[in-house]
């Protein structure tokens, strides 16, 4: 913490009153840890990691004596954004929409390179950097006490070294009165869990503007595209709350402490509101500065552009689903394949007393038993094929020999059949026919036992696990992933 940060803070508790340096370690003309005292009522602030604590006494305690809801919700929220500190520089979608959103925010705070800055709920410091190099100093506040840490560890790391952090609520600023050139707020206000809070909010950010200077902020937008998609307030994960604002209730709010210049919903997801701060004398005898205004064109190319980003996140955030939906397609396909193939050897099966077919003529032998689904196009062969086969294949499937001309049901005179029936054991829960991709017509082998099946089969269907289609001894249809394979290692049928 500097000395010239420490000149701006005062007592958050209603005193209003300077902030004295207790004890302290300095480290090159910073306050590194210790101890900030306030004049008027005595309440003690550790400054700890360069960041000095000055949140309010019911939000600074861990058992405060009383609270209201809005403190409840408050803690609430801040105990979230302390757990989800390490999500927000990794939310590839935040840092692309940040590639417009900050631009405006600086477009219309109109920086002065001697101007004094005030960042109203820095977090981890996605614009904090952009802020500091277009401004003589920035004071960034936060009430999560991991924010600030991650934000201090980002600008360290880029050298920055006109910032302070302190942890402060944004309701009750621990700041002198009328101390900032310019006072910026992005993506803070919607998250202030009640009207009277948001009320109390602004104020204070009016309090600590200087007469003539500006406010920047933004908050969420419902408008009448965003209310097709988004709920008008409710809680994200963890508790934290928010409020979409029309822009007529966001101007009202913002009227009632400040000069509202212009209020753009150009970012379709927030607007940004630029607000003066004039004395009533000023107010009355000079005229509106010019603000910045965007014609006709430009806003509709930035709507282009933030349209364009919607819907490049909402192609990634269902792409997942939609592959999902494609595999789960692909895979009902290929089990209705070898239920029709099922049911064709079944039938064959009974008009040959029960017998199975031979290896060589197995698929000739099913598709004389098959009808085509008229006026589709879909001919007989095309049951025998995977849809993520891409051989071009006769098959996607193998016939086992070692079931080949066998009953189920009816034990045969020949002892060869009678050696094959008691090698395979249970015939019923035999593999007959299994998913095999690049498979010739009629295309047999030999498969004793599972791990003979894991060997051969193609497992290409993602359905809780590489997963590939079967038939049964006793002609039903089913399945095995790559799990279940593992788990019958060594095994007969």
């Given amino acids: 913490m500097t000395r010239g940060g420490l000149d701006l803070l005062s007592c958050p508790d209603g005193c209003c009153s300077a902030i004295e340096v207790a004890e302290g370690r300095w480290e090159r003309d910073n306050l590194d840890k210790g101890v900030l005292a306030c004049g008027q009522c005595g309440r003690r602030f550790a400054v700890e990691e360069g960041i000095a604590r000055m949140l309010p006494a019911d939000l600074a305690s861990a ?54 800055l005030l960042e109203a709920g820095c977090g981890t410091g996605r614009m904090t950097p952009k802020f500091a190099a277009r401004s003589r100093h920035l004071v960034c506040i936060d009430f999560s006490w991991e924010s600030l840490r991650a934000c201090r ?37 919607e998250h202030i869990p009640t009207e009277e809070a948001r009320e109390a909010a602004v104020a204070d950010l009016a309090r600590v503007l ?55 919903g150009a970012l379709v ?95 000739d032998a099913a598709l004389g038993n098959m009808t085509a689904r008229s006026n589709t196009g879909f001919r007989k062969e095309d049951y025998f094929h995977c849809p993520l086969d891409k051989a071009g294949s006769p098959s996607s499937y193998a016939y086992n020999d070692l079931l080949a001309g066998l009953s189920p049901d009816i034990r045969s005179n020949h002892p060869e059949d009678e050696s094959r029936r008691k090698a395979i054991g249970h015939m019923d829960r035999a593999v007959l026919i299994l ?6 017509m009629n295309a047999h082998q030999t498969f004793s036992d599972w791990d003979a099946v894991a060997a051969a089969m193609t497992t290409v269907h993602d359905v809780g696990g590489p997963t590939g289609s079967l038939v049964y001894g006793n002609g039903s249809p089913g399945s095995k992933n790559r799990e279940q394979l593992e788990n019958l290692q060594g095994r007969k049928f």
């Fill in 435 to 440: 998913e095999k991709h690049g498979s010739a």
């Fill in 269 to 363: 997801y927030h607007y940004i509101a630029r607000c003066g701060r004039e004395d009533n004398l000023m107010a009355q005898s000079q005229p509106r500065k010019a603000t910045w205004r965007m014609g006709v064109r430009e806003r509709m190319r930035i709507q282009a552009v933030v349209i364009g980003l919607i819907c490049i996140l909402l192609f990634f955030a269902f792409r997942p689903y939609f592959i999902m939906l494609v595999q789960r397609r692909d895979f009902q396909t290929c089990q209705s394949n070898v239920l029709a193939i099922a049911r064709a050897i079944t039938t064959y099966s009974s008009d040959y007393d029960g017998t199975l077919p031979t290896g060589a003529g197995w698929m």
């Fill in 153 to 189: 560890i980002k600008l360290r790391r880029k050298g920055i070294t006109n910032v302070d952090l302190v942890q402060a609520d944004i309701c009750r600023l621990p700041l002198r009165s009328g101390a900032f050139d310019r006072v910026v707020s992005g993506q803070v206000l």
């Fill in 210 to 264: 200087k007469p003539g200077g500006n406010l920047v902020i933004s908050a969420y937008q419902y408008s009448s595209l965003t209310r097709l998609f988004c709920e008008k307030e409710g809680e994200h994960a963890g508790g934290i709350p928010f409020f979409r604002f029309t822009r007529e209730e966001l101007r009202g709010l913002l009227s009632r402490h400040f000069r509202v210049e212009s209020v753009t």
């Fill in 63 to 116: 058992s405060p004596a009383s609270t209201s809801t809005e403190s409840e919700k408050k803690r609430t929220e801040m105990q979230a954004r302390d757990a989800q500190v390490g999500d927000y520089d990794r939310m590839w979608h935040l840092n692309l929409f940040g590639l417009i959103e900050i631009p405006a925010m600086l477009a219309n705070l109109s920086l002065r390179r001697d101007h004094l």
